[in-house]
């Protein structure tokens, strides 16, 4: 069975501190894709990354960076310098191959709260 | 930015009541999905469908039921409402090579 594990349900910290969102995974698939996903209070999901499992380079875009670590099952999602618009809550979530992109397996979701 | 988009945003309703939660993507996307999301907790999908005439039920068990006779159109429809299905509703779709695009979601509150 596939499971994705958020185990840090809510962080708060204060603007401009960096913070690590974890993400672990299961599957049994060898092709499977990893996904961010933000959801501000607005309510929509706003796709921030997807990751194929043969693709274990880390990836950074402006102050996001992933670590994706297959030895360890985990995907984890760092925002530096963070900031008040940061707060949301984030969602991590995993297919399997022949869905790739919509069939999504999601965490339970990390609420952040970026506080000035 | 997504072309996807749902209708209502804001649904109150009272028990017993049949409603229709709209979505339509301009993307020719084949691949669509239904997925229900409780107050604070994670979404889990409820129904998908990976082209017309093509609907299949998702992991969470869900009483309502949708349809596929448009490409870009994806309905879901509850036949009698129930406070139970108070929820948020976000529909997406994919070309199945991408990532999944988001609609903004219909908060549906059932009285």
């Known amino acids: 069975a596939q499971k994705v594990t958020q185990a840090q349900t809510e962080i708060s910290v204060v603007e401009k501190e960096d913070v690590t969102l974890d993400c672990v995974y299961e599957t049994r698939d060898t092709t499977y894709y990893l996904f961010w996903y933000k959801q501000p209070p607005s309510g929509e999901l706003v796709f921030l990354i997807r990751?194929?499992?043969?693709?274990?380079q880390n990836e950074i875009s402006g102050r996001y960076s992933w670590n994706f670590q297959k030895s360890t099952s985990s995907f984890n999602f760092t925002i530096t310098a963070s900031q008040v618009v940061d707060s949301a809550v984030y969602f991590c979530a995993l297919s399997g191959s022949y869905n790739q992109g919509g069939k999504l397996i999601f965490g339970q979701g990390t609420e952040l709260s970026v506080k000035p | 930015e997504a072309d996807i988009y749902q209708t209502p945003r804001y649904l109150v309703i009272g028990t017993g009541k049949k409603i229709t939660l709209e979505c339509s993507q301009t993307?020719?996307?084949?691949?669509m999905y239904w997925y229900q999301q409780d107050p604070g907790m994670e979404l889990h999908l409820i129904h998908y469908?990976?082209?017309?005439?093509?609907?299949e039920k998702g992991d969470l068990s869900s009483e309502s039921t949708v349809s596929r006779i448009r490409t870009e159109h994806f309905p879901l429809t509850l036949e009698s409402a129930r406070p139970s299905h108070t929820s948020q509703y976000l529909c997406a779709s994919t070309t199945g090579s991408t990532e999944a695009f988001f609609g903004q979601g219909t908060r549906l509150t059932v009285v």
């Open positions: 990751r194929n499992s043969f693709d274990e």
């Open positions: 993307m020719g996307h084949d691949k």
């Open positions: 469908s990976y082209g017309v005439n093509s609907t």
